[in-house]
């Protein structure tokens, strides 16, 4: 065996913190004041999460009013998934919740809503939505929409998928929701820093971010909403925290780490193309070593640093753990839960058969990836795929 490495190419479970976030997160870890307190320390806690919040709305491009600090993403999207949203003075009633089938797990379960108000949105064999499928729901919906005094609809679709990289088509989406007169939440988690997050353009009227996915600290995050007078009923309640929109003492830290990533990455969002280039690479390399290599996604719009890919007869659960033997960190699209190894929702979702999708990882690259590391990559995966498989199937020619 070659020797040990050290290779992180997960960066979609969780980004490498970047030094300025750890440097801030250190210096305010034990530094005395909450934030609601009206003394000098409390207003020195204070500060930190306003100047955070200003760099979160930068990225996300709306006023700082309309960001809401959250303990992460699925928080915030459990937060947006709610029946009930206030709208100025008033309220906004939801009937049906439709998620695409693709959505991260905070999303798919459903938030606040009934399980019989929820449904899922068909994807296709690339994990896009079926815009139109989504519209025909709307349509005949509405009737029910209109019988029900005005109570509405709320459609959950994320930006871009963390298992394969897929960028959803949000601009149409959020046409189709905005013209059945539908509220559209959207799970930005893997799309922050790395496509522009356009809330306008796609017509979102909430979205949800997360620290760690942008080289934050674990356990902060955001939901953001487009229309100040439209957001959902707070998830936590009790005290005026976060305007009244999230009860609990804020993690002033983790939320000013989180300012400071949120406001490198939107400095970087150019610089993923050398990334896409090395991905682009990474894959052949795998074809040239499997011709039957299977890319998922790989016939639409991707994330630039994602790739997720299965070779017929090389299980994902054997070769992460070989992998990781020789200090490669990757993972896999199913998960182990309850001693049962369940196959990815996503990649079912898609039409992936069964035997195909125990086969899937996911590689995703940092933007400090190296092509040397690549490299060690594809040598570790040749000789741990021959083992496995035999030397003869499927092999290039
Ligand atoms: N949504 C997506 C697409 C994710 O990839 C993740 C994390 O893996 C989450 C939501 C949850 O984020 P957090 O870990 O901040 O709760």
């Keep these: 065996m070659a020797g040990r490495t050290n290779i992180y190419f997960d960066h979609n479970a969780g980004a490498a913190m970047r030094p300025q976030a750890v440097e801030l997160v250190r210096a305010l870890t034990g530094v005395t004041g909450n934030p609601s307190s009206v003394h000098g320390a409390g207003r020195a806690a204070r500060a930190h999460i306003e100047k955070a919040r200003a760099q979160v709305a930068l990225l996300a491009g709306v006023p700082a009013s309309h960001v809401t600090f959250t303990s992460g993403a699925s928080e915030a999207n459990v937060t947006a998934l709610s029946p009930i949203w206030r709208k100025g003075r008033g309220e906004a009633r939801f009937f049906r919740l439709l998620v695409g089938a693709s959505e991260h797990a905070s999303v798919i379960a459903g938030g606040r809503f009934a399980k019989d108000a929820i449904e899922l949105l068909p994807v296709d064999g690339d994990g896009l939505v079926d815009a139109d499928h989504l519209a025909r729901r709307l349509a005949e919906l509405s009737d029910e929409a209109a019988a029900r005094e005005g109570a509405r609809i709320l459609v959950s679709v994320m930006a871009a998928n963390n298992e394969t990289g897929a960028v959803q088509p949000l601009a149409r989406i959020g046409e189709i929701v905005a013209a059945a007169g539908a509220i ?37 995050g955001a939901l953001v909403v487009r229309n100040a007078g439209l957001k ?113 929702h996503v990649l079912t979702a898609m039409g992936v058969e069964e035997r195909l999708a125990r086969c899937a990882l996911r590689v995703s690259f940092s933007p400090d990836a190296r092509a040397e590391e690549v490299e060690v990559f594809l040598a570790a995966w040749r000789r741990l795929s021959e083992r496995m498989r035999g030397a003869g199937a499927g092999r290039a020619a």
Aim: proline content about 3%; hydrophobic content about 45%; charged content about 15%.
């Design 184 to 220: 559209l939440h959207v799970d930005a988690v893997q799309a922050a820093g790395r496509v522009a997050l356009d809330m306008a353009g796609w017509q979102a009227d909430s979205i949800a971010l997360s620290a760690h996915k942008i080289g934050g600290p674990q356990g902060a």
């Design 232 to 344: 959902p009923a707070p998830l936590l309640t009790g005290g005026g925290q976060e305007h009244w929109n999230r009860a609990g003492t804020e993690n002033v830290a983790a939320i000013a780490g989180f300012g400071i990533a949120a406001e490198l990455c939107a400095q970087e969002i150019n610089h993923w193309d050398e990334i896409r280039r090395l991905r682009d690479g990474f894959e052949s390399g795998l074809r040239h070593i499997w011709s039957d290599t299977f890319i998922f996604s790989g016939g639409v719009e991707r994330l630039a640093n994602t790739s997720c890919f299965a070779v017929p007869g090389v299980a994902a659960e054997t070769a992460l753990i070989a992998l990781d033997l020789e200090g490669i960190a990757c993972s896999s699209g199913s998960a182990c839960s309850s001693g049962k190894v369940s196959v990815s």
